[in-house]
């Protein structure tokens, strides 16, 4: 193993138990976690998600990522689909791409008109006030990739059987905006950075050290997320380990591996 590869998952594996830690100490303590990620196509989103909950209780948490509206509900307050999904007491919700798809996806690709992207810059600190103002804890991430390093992104997801289904109509529009789409980033940031919803961007043009520089962060915004797993002591099984003896009515699956 490369000495690379090593220290992230050692790195990894110190983590793990601190999201575990948080995991208990939201549930706990009733508190909610919202933590929102956004970024270029093919930045890192999901893998990083995927990191975040691998040793999660799954009842703690909740993956939103929204696909395109219905036409119901492109005549609601835009606001009001994305709020059915934020978190109940002990919950963490993981946006993977958020309420910001109208301050950047929408208006590069032409999917929202200027009043309605007009409105969503005036409108979203308000909502977030509301939010932080309840309670909820808010993180804002933007992960940040460079033009080339995407492009290589790009041509892996499209050599790979198994990868090409990341790869929608949306992405390859994309690669001809990225200096509109980075525009529409900074006004972003600019008229959405609050002090109660900051934003914060991550260099992830090496995933894997942005990975473990973002779940850092992360823990390092929650007031405490030290609270120990405590081991459970297993009594003595009565008399010796027993074998399956499932009933002749089943069918047993073959064991195709030589």
């Avoid at 008229?191 to 973002?214: E, I």
Wanted: hydrophobic share 35%; with cysteine; aromatic share 10%.
């Amino acid at each position: 193993m490369a000495k690379k590869d090593k220290g992230y998952r050692n790195a990894m594996e110190e983590l793990q138990l601190e999201l575990a830690g948080l995991n208990r100490w939201l549930r706990h303590g009733g508190h909610r976690l919202v933590v929102v990620f956004e970024g270029r196509d093919a930045a890192g989103k999901g893998g990083t998600i995927k990191a975040i909950t691998e040793s999660m209780d799954t009842r703690g948490y909740r993956i939103a990522s929204l696909p395109k509206p219905s036409e119901t509900e492109t005549t609601q307050w835009y606001f009001q689909r994305y709020v059915e999904h934020l978190p109940s007491a002990g919950e963490l919700v993981l946006f993977d791409r958020s309420w910001y798809n109208r301050a950047v996806v929408e208006p590069a690709m032409g999917f929202c008109t200027k009043a309605q992207y007009k409105a969503f810059m005036s409108a979203a600190p308000a909502f977030e006030k509301l939010l932080t103002d309840d309670g909820i804890i808010l993180l804002k991430y933007w992960l940040a990739v460079d033009q080339e390093q995407q492009e290589e992104r790009f041509s892996e997801r499209a050599k790979d059987p198994l990868k090409r289904w990341k790869l929608s109509p949306n992405d390859l529009a994309s690669r001809d905006k990225y200096e509109e789409i980075g525009h529409l980033r900074d006004v972003m940031i600019e008229r959405t950075h609050r002090p109660n919803a900051p934003w914060f961007v991550v260099d992830y043009n090496d995933q894997k050290r942005g990975r473990v520089n973002l779940i850092r962060h992360l823990l390092q915004q929650i007031p405490r997320h030290d609270v120990v797993i405590p081991e459970p002591k297993l009594p003595k099984l009565k008399g010796k380990p027993k074998a399956e003896h499932v009933t002749s009515k089943a069918l047993w699956v073959p064991d195709t591996i030589g």
